[in-house]
């Protein structure tokens, strides 16, 4: 029986309010030219599980967008995709970073701390009688590991010896205790660090700072590049795959065939009428206070898109791309600007409001 005519299960998660998660105040905001090279931060708002048996591989290919067999099988090499849940209906229920850790049919699943135990009764339910263990990994920490002055990240240096010996769909390598893997979503988002503990940081790291701003800093660095991350970016349950860069983010594979939520996705990626996406927005300064109203308008109070989050100076927001180039838009009690991410392909003539225009229309 395909996947796509069993009843999901229904996963209702309110996201906390917006000004949960709005940077404080009164902390400093990170200007570029002052942080230092390779910055490790711990990202407190992300969780692990471990999914170990011989049926391993199957359950997670008939419930993520990306092909899980594209991570390599061998022993001894590591590896990591993105990829995103979705639920029957082809919205999303979650964003997550999967990671093969070396042993076959072994995945280490990153998502959201707030929706963790909720993916964990999801990936169970369609367990049915495959023979494959599903734990939290609590004993490990999320860090990031990112240079905010170099679009490439630091990753190629410090996994340089570890791909000349592999192949080129390895990205990750093991440091003792510590897990490191390149972001495969983009180069400047710099690699993830899964660890027990950070008291001994590998001298290989090459490490900086040890920021302790609990995810603030490399939050403001997604929001500048446009990237969602988490429930309060890509809400449970509303949100599409591609409206928000599922593609562009090498997180989806057409391929595959059959997945939960697949048909949707498919259909709208073959029609080629995208014309939202999330983008980063600009702020001219630092708002005071969280805005009231989340809904963004032009000067003439045509709607634009929906504002995700803000950080210190950069937010992140749901836009209708043919809409919002060249023009500002107003954000509380300031305004912003957006441009499109140097990342994404296919955006990169002189004339991006007519190319998004054809693209969206």
């Not at 989050?309 to 919002?324: C, E, I, Y």
């Not at 180039?325 to 912003?336: F, M």
């Amino acid at each position: 029986m395909h996947l796509s005519r069993i009843t999901q299960c229904s996963i209702r998660l309110k996201p906390k309010p917006f000004y949960k998660f709005y940077s404080s105040t009164t902390t400093e905001s990170p200007l570029v030219h002052d942080q230092p090279k390779n910055n490790l931060e711990h990202l407190q708002n992300r969780s692990l599980i471990k999914l170990d048996g011989p049926d391993a591989s199957g359950l997670l290919q008939g419930l993520i967008t990306n092909d899980i067999y594209h991570l390599p099988q061998e022993t001894g090499k590591l590896s990591s995709i993105y990829a995103m849940f979705l639920n029957s209906k082809g919205r999303i229920i979650c964003d997550s970073l999967i990671y093969s850790i070396g042993d076959k049919d072994s995945y280490i699943v990153e998502a959201d701390s707030q929706i963790i135990d909720k993916l964990m009764k999801h990936l169970k339910m369609y367990k049915l009688k495959k023979k494959v263990d599903i734990d939290l990994l609590d004993s490990y920490k999320v860090f990031a590991l990112y240079d905010p002055k170099d679009d490439k990240g630091p990753v190629p240096k410090l996994l340089e010896c570890s791909s000349e010996s592999s192949s080129s769909a390895t990205n990750g390598t093991v440091l003792k205790d510590k897990y490191l893997f390149t972001d495969p979503r983009v180069p400047a988002l710099g690699c993830r660090l899964l660890t027990k503990n950070i008291e001994t940081i590998p001298p290989e790291l090459c490490v900086s700072n040890v920021n302790p701003s609990a995810g603030a800093n490399f939050r403001w660095l997604r929001y500048n590049l446009g990237v969602g991350e988490g429930i309060i970016d890509i809400p449970p349950q509303i949100c599409f795959p591609l409206e928000h860069n599922c593609d562009y983010m090498n997180g989806l594979n057409l391929h595959k065939g059959c997945y939960l939520g697949q048909e949707l996705t498919a259909r709208t990626y073959h029609t080629g009428k995208i014309r939202k996406r999330l983008m980063p927005l600009f702020l001219k300064k630092e708002l005071n206070q969280p805005p009231s109203d989340l809904s963004l308008f032009d000067d003439k109070k045509q709607s634009l898109g929906k504002l995700r989050g803000v950080q210190f100076d950069a937010a992140l927001a749901l836009l209708r791309m043919h809409l919002v180039v060249d023009i500002e838009i107003s954000v509380g009690e300031t305004h912003a600007t957006t441009k499109i991410p140097h990342w994404w392909p296919g955006f990169k003539t002189a004339k991006l409001k007519d190319e998004i225009a054809d693209k969206s229309c």
